[in-house]
Every structure is written in structure tokens, then in C-alpha cells.
């Protein structure tokens, strides 16, 4: 399968996937949900418990738009409906509330909710997946040591009066908590001044990622079947994310024993995790560019770095890349991020680019320029989203930074039903898998891989 080959393929299957908006027949189960069709301004709900405040939370994620509230504004919504227009569906949803929706010229459109006047509306909503970047913050009692060769650091530890909660010995590498902020901000220069340490950062929180929780439509269809490769040798994708779910038929022939550094995770069978969603969009990337025999060697290596937390770390971050790569992984795929610059993870990175590895990661689901780790570090393809019309995605990050653009609303199955997964995240699990097909079809290396993905699947320019 020749360049050119690769290249039709990629933008017919890839058609298909930003096409995929078939809604479920009526009368199928569905929980509460907001799909908001920014490109046909079409729009269906069932809500029937969600406060005010939250929805519109999830109306912001979906449209890009700044939504002011009036403060104090309290009201479950309760309703139903399918296919309505943008301004039909807000009457809906915010019932005896009122609102304005003020278009920008140079920007996305304001709406004001209140109860009284327009102008008490000051409150401004953050949208849903970007509402846990307050999250995205220094863990005050917490610190990383890197160790020179040869140093033990039990003693150090104990010396410091710092527990050690995380290790990775190979990279002589140490989570250390202490009892409070400032025991740790003393601790910080005393390692700073001691001779047995390389190194010091600090540990970031890494809040769980989220998608649309949107149900409906019709998942591609799935042909693509695993084959053993001749060496014993598989292409292995490692997913760095939260538990990928069991008994996932036909879809899980293509994991590996999956791995965690978080502890064990107990997920629901009521919704995909995001890491099963990740793990299926790999593999739907993967199959809209694979050989003509539908078969492939790729699997994928699940990496929980969440458990069942709603934050992970940048030190877990960076042992769960530290693992993949250790048994085999060749491309990683990072449908996650904050703006967090953490010297040590990107160090880990580096490090694995530097074996051959190549990363993908979620540029961010805000319509912002701002740079989004690890996304944003030269390592690594930023991965931001496109809509239907091939344009960048209402919501997602267009900073310099960003090198490739995938599909933003991608249709996956679970559990008998076919859901819609929104973002970034997506986009980027998307291109890895597309990046594992072409990697497998041609032999190249895999820098040579990323470049050809960052130029097939280049940013559209914005306005265009």
C-alpha cells in the first residue's frame, strides 16, 4: 500500500467518521444526554436532573461559547427533545429563565442567563471539561526527587521526614509526601543542596479527562481482524489513560494485559471509561487505513494511571509512559493534558522520543491559543479537533503549538450501544491509530510515521 494509497484512504474513512450523526431509532434506552450539532445548529436532549449550572457547563463545551449566569440562578431542568434548533432547544432547557445570545465578531458568541436583567448575569461558566483545570495544580505536599546514580533514598526520606508514596528505581526517580506545604517547601531547597540529588520538581495533578456523554448515532462498521505477526513481535500502542472495561468482544482481541500504576480500578458497566472509549477510536483510527486483508499485527497496551481517582499525577503520568515503553510500545497516545510543565515528565518523554518512540497528545478541548502539556512539548504531535466541514472545532485549542487535526466527534459501541465521544481526546486516539497503520503497512520509521501523519492530517487554516 503505496503513500498515495495512504493518503486516499485516510480522507475517505475519514469522511465517514466526521459524518457518523445517524441518530438511534425512537424508542431505544437512552440516558440523559446534550448532542449539540454545532455545524447543522441542531440539537437533542434528555435531561431530566441536571441543575442549571452544569448544563450550561456542558453547552459551553459543546458550542465554544462564554456563558455568564446570574449568581444564585437554581433550576432543574426536565426535558426532551430531538433536532431542534439552537435558539428552540435554549428555550427548552432553560425553561422560565431568560437569556441573550449576542454574536462576536471576533469570537464566539456570548450568552447571558438570568433571572431579572441581562446585566446581573456575571457569573461566568467554564465549560464542562475545562471546569477541572482549577484542578490542574501543584500537590502543595508533595515533591519529586531525581537521585544520581548509586543514591539510596530511604535514609534521605526518613532524613527529610517525607514518606515515599512512588517510585521508579530504574530513573532513580521517588514521589515523596510530607506532612504539610511548607514541610515540603523546606524540603525542597535541602534537596536542592544535597549532594546525592540530580534533581527536584515538583507533582502536578492530572484531572481525569471527560467526553460528551451524547448517546446515539451509528458506529462505523468493524471488520478489521488480529493476526499474529510473524516474529511474535507486536506494533504496540500504549494507551495512557483510565481502565480499559473487559468484555469488550470483538475489540478486545486487540488489547494487551493491561497495566496500572494507580492501583486497581472498580469502573460502572453503565457508560465507557474514557480509556475504553480511547481504546476503540484507536482501533477505529486503525482500521480506516489498514491493508486491503483487514487484518493487523497492532495491539494496544492499556495504562491506568487514574484507579479510581478523579486525578492522576504527573508523576504517575510519567511511570505509566515509563512502562508502556519498557514492555514494548512504540506509540503513545495521550488523550490527556493540563498546564502543568513539569520538567520530569517531559524528561520521560524525551527520553522515549529519543529511543524512537513517537507521542500523540489532546491539544485541549478549549477554544484558546495557550499551550497544553504534554501536547505542547516538541516530542510530541499536539492533536487538536476538526468538525464536519474539516474546520477546527468550536471548542478546541488552535495554538501554534498544534501540529495535526483529527475528527472531534467519533462513534464508538459499548455495551449493546452506540455512543458519540467529543474532543480532543478522540481526535488524538484517532490519529495514533491512524499512525499505527501506516507505521505497520510501510515498515518506516516512526519518525518518519509522525511527520507523514502531521502532514496528511495538517491544521486547516482558521477561516477557511
Not at 449566569?69 to 432547544?89: C, H, I, K, W
Not at 462498521?221 to 480499559?244: E, N
Not at 520538567?343 to 477554544?367: C, M
Not at 507505521?439 to 492530517?457: C, I, R, Y
Request: aromatic share 8%.
Amino acid at each position: 500500500m503505496n503513500w498515495v494509497h495512504h493518503r486516499l484512504a485516510l480522507r475517505a474513512l475519514l469522511t465517514l467518521a466526521l459524518s457518523a450523526s445517524c441518530w438511534l431509532p425512537a424508542g431505544a434506552a437512552e440516558s440523559e444526554h446534550l448532542f449539540w450539532d454545532r455545524d447543522q445548529q441542531r440539537v437533542d436532549a434528555n435531561v431530566q436532573t441536571w441543575d442549571v449550572a452544569p448544563l450550561l457547563q456542558k453547552i459551553a463545551r459543546r458550542t465554544g461559547w462564554q456563558i455568564y449566569l446570574q449568581p444564585d440562578t437554581t433550576q432543574v431542568v426536565r426535558t426532551r427533545f430531538r433536532n431542534l434548533s439552537e435558539g428552540d432547544a435554549l428555550r427548552r432547557l432553560l425553561g422560565d429563565l431568560s437569556f441573550v445570545l449576542v454574536p462576536q465578531t471576533n469570537g464566539a458568541a456570548n450568552l447571558y442567563v438570568f433571572r431579572t436583567s441581562r446585566d446581573q448575569a456575571t457569573q461566568l461558566i467554564r465549560a464542562a471539561d475545562t471546569a477541572g483545570k482549577a484542578n490542574t495544580k501543584r500537590i502543595e505536599d508533595e515533591l519529586i526527587a531525581i537521585l544520581k546514580p548509586g543514591e539510596k533514598i530511604e535514609d534521605l526520606a526518613k532524613r527529610l521526614g517525607a514518606k515515599v508514596t512512588g517510585r521508579i528505581d530504574e530513573l532513580n526517580a521517588y514521589r515523596l509526601k510530607f506532612t504539610d506545604a511548607e514541610s515540603a517547601r523546606k524540603a525542597r531547597q535541602a534537596l536542592l543542596d544535597d549532594p546525592s540529588v540530580a534533581s527536584v520538581d515538583y507533582n502536578y495533578n492530572v484531572p481525569r479527562p471527560e467526553y460528551a456523554e451524547a448517546q446515539g448515532g451509528n458506529a462505523p462498521r468493524f471488520s478489521l481482524m488480529p493476526k499474529s505477526p510473524a516474529d511474535g513481535k507486536f506494533l504496540t500502542v500504549g494507551l495512557i489513560d483510565s481502565a480499559v472495561q473487559s468484555g469488550l468482544g470483538r475489540f478486545g482481541d486487540f488489547l494487551l494485559d493491561s497495566m496500572s500504576v494507580a492501583g486497581k480500578a472498580t469502573p460502572s458497566d453503565a457508560e465507557p471509561t474514557h480509556g475504553t472509549a480511547m481504546a476503540e477510536t484507536i482501533l477505529n483510527g486503525l482500521a480506516a487505513v489498514s491493508g486491503k486483508d483487514g487484518s493487523t499485527t497492532v495491539r494496544i497496551l492499556p495504562v491506568d494511571v487514574y484507579g479510581n481517582n478523579s486525578q492522576s499525577s504527573t508523576f504517575d503520568v510519567a511511570y505509566g509512559i515509563f512502562q508502556a515503553i519498557n514492555a514494548g510500545a512504540k506509540i503513545i497516545n495521550l488523550s490527556m493534558g493540563s498546564e502543568a510543565d513539569s520538567p520530569f515528565l517531559h524528561d520521560v518523554i524525551k527520553a522515549g522520543y529519543d529511543q524512537g518512540v513517537i507521542f500523540f497528545a489532546a491539544a485541549g478541548n478549549e477554544p484558546v491559543t495557550t499551550p497544553f502539556d504534554p501536547a505542547a512539548w516538541p516530542e510530541t504531535t499536539a492533536v487538536t479537533a476538526v468538525d464536519r466541514r474539516g474546520n477546527i472545532a468550536s471548542y478546541a485549542n488552535r495554538g501554534d503549538f498544534v501540529k495535526a487535526a483529527g475528527p472531534g466527534t467519533v462513534a464508538i459501541t459499548f455495551g449493546n450501544q452506540t455512543w458519540l465521544i467529543a474532543g480532543t481526546s478522540s481526535s488524538t486516539a484517532y490519529l495514533s491509530g491512524v499512525a499505527a497503520a501506516i507505521a505497520e503497512a510501510t515498515k518506516k520509521p516512526l519518525s518518519e510515521v509522525q511527520a507523514a501523519v502531521q502532514k496528511m492530517m495538517a491544521v486547516p487554516k482558521q477561516g477557511q
